[in-house]
């Protein structure tokens, strides 16, 4: 009960998920002095061209990530840095699971007759993460049991901090939506306009590449007016498209927001950046007509959630709104 009210101390005192998960490491490895920890996280995308397990795995979608290691390992960080979610071992939600011989990654510098405790962090049926054991001996039913419990509490915690971690960071967006609003709202010039706002919006908000496109009065299709990207890339301003063209033209053609996770997969995308890796495009209307697209992308897959849907959605009609003002202007 010492032990757990020490865990239970210090979960309390994480700011993330990151800070909970070096905390857990830290209270077993105090517990079991000759053992080795590695606490894994799911991340909530990947950079699969960065990731030396690439090659064999097959979701590319989410991949879990080392996020806290205590005690003695031979590979360096970097190498095992993340663990594709089709490796079987760690991707069990089923329990803990005792191995007689600890598997990648936690089998280096490992004794001849280890041991390793694979604990998922399970709660309401998602796996958070994973905790790695190993043990220089045979693992106790008491290691098991405790194993058990601590992952339970861990699972918890991290719930609890993603939960909140969530609406801090949709109450900071709504408020710098009302900020951007009242600056946007403020000029009259429409070039400006839409040049200030797609810096803004990369700006606050971190999207990889922000784009907006307008359709021509001649049914020319659409030119790309405004555009802020990292600093690597290459602008494309005044280049048009077609309206029967890419995830932009299919706003036009359907009137609604389209998202994107995972461009790859999608026939109508088409490739200006080759870090693209999920894309969302919201219509800029007046009254009835799409007017505009904002288009904005991301070099991770599933980028474009429901909270970053609805403020996205919330700048593209203070857009219209700043438009109509200027064009009447």
Same mark, same amino acid.
């Given at each position: 009960?010492?032990?757990?009210?020490?865990?239970?101390?210090?979960?309390?005192?994480?700011? %993330? =998920?990151?800070? &909970?998960? #070096?905390?857990? !490491?830290?209270?077993?490895?105090?517990?079991?002095?000759?053992? @080795? +920890? /590695?606490?894994?996280?799911?991340?909530?995308?990947?950079?699969?061209?960065?990731?030396?397990?690439?090659?064999?795995?097959?979701?590319?979608?989410?991949?879990?990530?080392?996020?806290?290691?205590?005690?003695?390992?031979?590979?360096?960080?970097?190498?095992?840095?993340?663990?594709?979610?089709?490796?079987?071992?760690?991707?069990?939600?089923?329990?803990?699971?005792?191995?007689?011989?600890?598997?990648?990654?936690?089998?280096?510098?490992?004794?001849?007759?280890?041991?390793?405790?694979?604990?998922?962090?399970?709660?309401?049926?998602?796996?958070?993460?994973?905790?790695?054991?190993?043990?220089?001996?045979?693992?106790?039913? %008491? =290691?098991?049991? &405790?194993? #058990?419990?601590? !992952?339970?509490?861990?699972?918890?915690?991290?719930?609890?901090? @993603? +939960? /909140?971690?969530?609406?801090?960071?949709?109450?900071?967006?709504?408020?710098?939506?009302?900020?951007?609003?009242?600056?946007?709202?403020?000029?009259?010039?429409?070039?400006?306009?839409?040049?200030?706002?797609?810096?803004?919006?990369?700006?606050?908000?971190?999207?990889?590449?922000?784009?907006?496109?307008?359709?021509?009065?001649?049914?020319?299709?659409?030119?790309?007016?405004?555009?802020?990207?990292?600093?690597?890339?290459?602008?494309?301003?005044?280049?048009?498209?077609?309206?029967?063209?890419?995830?932009?033209?299919?706003?036009?053609?359907?009137?609604?927001?389209?998202?994107?996770?995972?461009?790859?997969?999608?026939? %109508?995308?088409?490739?200006?950046?080759?870090?693209?890796?999920?894309?969302?495009?919201?219509?800029?209307?007046?009254?009835?007509?799409?007017?505009?697209?904002?288009?904005?992308?991301?070099?991770?897959?599933?980028?474009?959630?429901?909270?970053?849907?609805?403020?996205?959605?919330?700048?593209?009609?203070?857009?219209?709104?700043?438009?109509?003002?200027?064009?009447?202007?």
């Amino acid at each position: 009960m010492s032990d757990l009210g020490d865990l239970a101390g210090r979960l309390a005192d994480a700011v %993330d =998920a990151t800070s &909970a998960a #070096e905390l857990l !490491a830290e209270h077993l490895r105090a517990l079991w002095p000759a053992s @080795a +920890v /590695r606490v894994y996280l799911q991340g909530p995308g990947d950079r699969c061209e960065t990731c030396v397990r690439a090659k064999s795995c097959t979701s590319h979608e989410r991949c879990l990530h080392l996020a806290a290691t205590q005690g003695t390992f031979a590979e360096p960080p970097g190498h095992v840095a993340r663990i594709p979610l089709d490796d079987a071992v760690f991707a069990s939600s089923s329990g803990i699971r005792t191995l007689d011989r600890c598997p990648p990654p936690l089998e280096g510098a490992a004794p001849e007759d280890e041991t390793a405790l694979i604990a998922p962090l399970v709660t309401g049926g998602e796996t958070l993460g994973v905790i790695g054991v190993r043990f220089p001996g045979p693992a106790s039913s %008491d =290691a098991v049991a &405790a194993m #058990e419990v601590r !992952a339970l509490f861990a699972a918890s915690t991290l719930r609890l901090l @993603a +939960v /909140r971690e969530a609406e801090a960071r949709r109450s900071q967006q709504l408020l710098l939506v009302n900020e951007l609003g009242r600056q946007v709202n403020a000029i009259l010039n429409a070039d400006l306009l839409l040049r200030h706002a797609v810096e803004d919006i990369r700006r606050r908000f971190g999207f990889h590449n922000v784009m907006v496109f307008m359709r021509e009065a001649d049914g020319a299709g659409l030119t790309l007016r405004a555009q802020a990207l990292d600093e690597e890339g290459r602008s494309r301003i005044g280049e048009r498209v077609d309206e029967t063209e890419g995830i932009v033209g299919r706003v036009v053609r359907t009137g609604d927001t389209q998202v994107v996770d995972d461009v790859a997969t999608d026939p %109508d995308f088409v490739s200006w950046f080759p870090e693209t890796r999920s894309e969302i495009a919201v219509p800029i209307r007046s009254e009835s007509r799409v007017e505009g697209i904002l288009n904005v992308e991301s070099d991770q897959r599933a980028a474009f959630r429901g909270a970053e849907r609805v403020v996205l959605e919330t700048v593209a009609d203070q857009l219209a709104i700043a438009l109509a003002n200027a064009h009447l202007f």
